[in-house]
């Protein structure tokens, strides 16, 4: 299972940033997938999942702003983070629930 993230960046509070995740060696759409977050110096905390069904759910810190989404037909899950906050700032990963696999990460620096 390969799991390889990108989008990450650098934006400013209330700007807004993509990060796709794009995963190989599994089959897909019949798998749960998820987004985590480490900031520094804290532990690692999940922030949304979706299922294979499509169902998903979130923190309560990122609720309302943030959106997790998937397209099997590119074997990719998505994180659309909106309203950026500095304490979003964070290394984020994606994670596969079958597998226990990890992504290697991708950065997210919000700041002025």
């Known amino acids: 299972v390969q799991l390889v993230e990108s989008g990450g960046g650098l934006v400013q509070p209330g700007g807004s940033l993509r990060l796709s995740c794009a995963a190989s060696?599994?089959?897909?759409?019949?798998?749960?997938m998820d987004w985590y977050r480490q900031a520094p110096g804290k532990q690692r905390e999940l922030v949304a999942v979706i299922t294979s069904r499509g169902t998903t759910n979130y923190a309560d810190s990122v609720k309302g702003r943030f959106t997790i989404s998937r397209d099997n037909a590119k074997n990719t899950v998505y994180l659309q983070m909106n309203r950026l906050k500095p304490e979003d700032t964070a290394v984020y990963y994606c994670?596969?629930?079958?597998?226990?696999?990890w992504g290697q990460g991708t950065q997210v620096i919000v700041s002025s």
């Open positions: 060696g599994i089959l897909f759409e019949i798998n749960a």
């Open positions: 994670h596969e629930l079958r597998s226990g696999s």
